[in-house]
């Protein structure tokens, strides 16, 4: 996931980087084959929580709900902390 620094996308995992421009963009990674859609909004404007952070202990994160299962079945929190970066899942 890339996040907004300096004008620019930046991914904290690889250092990739790329010009905020609009629309969103699709590639395909060498860890999976499945395609990973990448979120062209800005993530200082997704909503955050207080939730403390498994990796490092911040109590707060980002976080987006989707639908990862059968329509029956409850949604997928996933999280994204503020301070490390580190995302985790909640069913």
């Not at 498994?54 to 976080?63: I, L, M, Q, R, S």
Request: charged residues 30%; glycine residues 8%; proline residues 4%.
């Amino acid at each position: 996931m890339m996040f907004p620094k300096g004008g620019k996308y930046v991914c904290n995992q690889c250092g990739k980087e790329k010009e905020i421009g609009s629309g969103g963009e699709r590639f395909t990674t060498n860890a999976k084959t499945k395609e990973t859609a990448v979120i062209s909004d800005n993530v200082a404007t997704l909503p955050k929580t207080r939730i403390i952070c498994p990796e490092c202990g911040n109590t707060e994160a980002y976080f987006v709900i989707r639908q990862t299962r059968s329509a029956d079945e409850p949604e997928t929190r996933i999280y994204r902390c503020c301070k490390c970066n580190h995302s985790w899942r909640e069913y």
